[in-house]
């Protein structure tokens, strides 16, 4: 493509692919980026019982400086640039954490996310971002762990793995000890099963004493809008959807109720930010299914 592509640190569980260059050789690097995740979701519906193709989803990283332009006044430009390209576009409510960006969700086919990344480009030139810039930067990831019948075990993909000894150890430990201090951040566990750490010496020394177990990061609050007829699918039959999603993200999730006239609902979200992301993820991925389900984009 020509264009200059840096990848962040690899320990995290997303990563920022940042593309320089001329406007040309960024819409080459962002097409053969397209074509590329499509042509994995290809391969992966090969072993799916799936019948409609889900789109491709990009997520770019905005100033929020940058983001009234986007979107424009009362809207306009962000309509005008799904009409005129077919892709889905929408633009976060909150920054990302630690930052003064937003994320930009696109997903569409990949001719159309090419348009549409054309159309942001011109928008961002043309409107260069205000003040100074706080780049996001993900957290490596803290994957959470389960504890079951005295065996720590972390999630990976869709299996429990088991986990090595000393937490196994430690998560022993802490069960003999009462009383317990529990962990600031309850990581989802089985029902009705907490994770107590003690924050005894022997612990520190099993765990090292860099390990920063005290350190829950702080909760923080994020809201959503979701279109009346979609909430149905989050919320699932008699709430079995939506107390999946509180149980696997570990976030506290509170729809509110509908109000008249309005044909959205209002979603908020509340917990650490690794939480909140986990429970957006699952959200979208259950909207995406619906979606999807309806043989719409």
Do not use: W
Not at 8 to 37: H, L, Q, W
Not at 217 to 226: F, M, V
């Amino acid at each position: 493509s020509g264009a200059r592509i840096n990848i962040s640190e690899g320990n995290c569980p997303e990563r920022i692919v940042t593309i320089t260059g001329p406007t040309d050789a960024i819409f080459k690097a962002f097409a053969m980026i397209a074509y590329k995740f499509e042509e994995d979701i290809t391969n992966s519906m090969s072993n799916s019982t799936a019948t409609s193709k889900p789109p491709v989803t990009l997520r770019l990283v905005v100033p929020a400086s940058q983001c009234g332009s986007l979107i424009g006044k009362g809207g306009s430009k962000i309509k005008e640039i799904r009409e005129s390209t077919g892709a889905q576009v929408q633009v976060a409510g909150d920054m990302l954490p630690n930052s003064t960006e937003r994320a930009v969700t696109i997903s569409g086919t990949p001719d159309a996310i090419i348009q549409c990344v054309k159309q942001i480009c011109v928008v961002m030139l043309e409107s260069p971002p205000k003040g100074a810039t706080i780049p996001y930067r993900p957290k490596p990831a803290s994957t959470p762990v389960i504890f079951a019948g005295g065996q720590a075990y972390t999630i990976q993909g869709q299996y429990a793995i088991p986990h090595p000894d000393q937490l196994t150890k430690l998560h022993q430990l802490a069960m003999q000890q009462t009383p317990f201090t529990p962990l600031g951040q309850t990581t989802p566990a089985f029902p009705g099963e907490k994770l107590p750490l003690h924050s005894s010496e022997e612990a520190q020394n099993l765990m090292g004493q860099s390990s920063g177990l005290d350190a829950s990061p702080p909760a923080s609050t994020h809201e959503l809008t979701i279109p009346n007829d979609l909430i149905g699918c989050i919320i699932g039959r008699q709430g079995t959807k939506i107390n999946e999603i509180r149980q696997m993200s570990g976030a506290q999730i509170k729809i509110a109720n509908a109000t008249e006239g309005s044909s959205e609902r209002q979603i908020t979200i509340t917990g650490t930010p690794a939480n909140i992301s986990l429970a957006q993820y699952l959200i979208n991925a259950r909207l995406t299914s619906e979606v999807t389900g309806m043989g719409a984009l």
